[in-house]
């Protein structure tokens, strides 16, 4: 039976936005002195080369591909990536796009065999699902940064909590949370800051409401950092990155990316796939992206890696 609405698949964008948020961990810390050595003493814990190689120099205001991977690895579980992103960056003309990968999208991984794009992961790690993201959009992604899910909880509850602004009352119920948001000012905890962001049906402008407050939440969390309690959080901080953070960033390309894309990064634009979910002659239920769909979105991020 066919749909266009998959009804079972969870949110995607709020879970990615904790492996950005710390990246921004690794930019901010690259301009402050005692912090940036703080976590440079942890960095073995979360710098992993890909796929054992040593990853490439970020040529100077050139294009750039980085993917990030939300995870729901648990103990004695390697998880499957739930949460796939692609950004893609170009400093010379001031561009970036993103592009959140249904999690249920069927592809062919580089073995031939088709899948859902979330168990590339469990299949090969990031390798593999780095390596299939290449290979479906025609890209080259030298950079990755992969979050376990409970990252963006522990990071928030690590600063202290953050404070947003409500534009919207709504409700929240699911196996960890039951919470009444009100409209205005309020202040979350990790697991509040992950309901707000997670929220889609009750919002009047639906996904796009979503992303306002996912956001929201990435700015405070950045605020928090850049702030002037950062080096008396920086023990939390950098435990939270130990447990649950992993990245070929390492804290020079961090910089340059920050520095180089900071434009991009403000006027970023997201890109959507469209297509259909149902279940396919393997009893699966998959996500197609439509042809259209797939020609419209590649041809847009090539696009923007194009140098002018």
Do not use: C
Not at 23 to 41: D, E, H, R, Y
Request: net charge positive.
């Amino acid at each position: 039976m066919k749909s266009r609405i998959d009804k079972r698949r969870p949110p995607i964008l709020w879970r990615v936005i904790s492996a950005l948020l710390l990246v921004i961990v690794l930019i901010a810390s690259a301009s402050t002195g005692l912090a940036f050595l703080k976590i440079q003493q942890t960095a073995h814990y979360f710098l992993q080369p890909l796929g054992g190689e040593k990853a490439k120099p970020l040529a100077s205001m050139k294009p750039v591909n980085v993917l990030l991977i939300g995870v729901d690895e648990r103990k004695n579980d390697k998880g499957r990536a739930d949460a796939i992103m692609l950004l893609s960056f170009n400093p010379k003309t001031k561009q970036a796009t993103s592009l959140s990968i249904p999690r249920d999208m069927q592809v062919t991984i580089p073995t031939g065999e088709k899948t859902k794009i979330n168990h590339t992961y469990a299949y090969g790690g990031v390798k593999e699902t780095v390596e299939t993201v290449e290979q479906t959009f025609d890209v080259d992604i030298p950079y990755y940064a992969k979050i376990n899910m409970d990252g963006l909880i522990e990071l928030v509850d690590a600063v202290g909590g953050v404070t947003v602004d409500n534009p919207s009352a709504f409700s929240w119920n699911d196996r960890r949370l039951q919470k009444e948001y009100k409209k205005g000012k309020i202040h979350l905890t990790g697991l509040e800051a992950s309901g707000y962001a997670r929220m889609r049906k009750q919002d009047p402008l639906g996904d796009m409401g979503r992303q306002i407050r996912q956001r929201q939440v990435l700015e405070a969390v950045g605020a928090k950092l850049a702030g002037p309690r950062l080096l008396t959080k920086m023990e939390e901080i950098t435990n939270v990155m130990k447990h649950n953070f992993a990245t070929n960033i390492d804290f020079d390309v961090a910089a340059q990316l920050a520095q180089e894309n900071q434009p991009g990064f403000k006027q970023l634009k997201p890109l959507k796939l469209d297509g259909e979910g149902y279940i396919a002659n393997d009893g699966v239920w998959y996500f197609f992206a439509s042809d259209e769909s797939m020609r419209q979105t590649k041809a847009k991020i090539h696009a923007i890696l194009v140098s002018s």
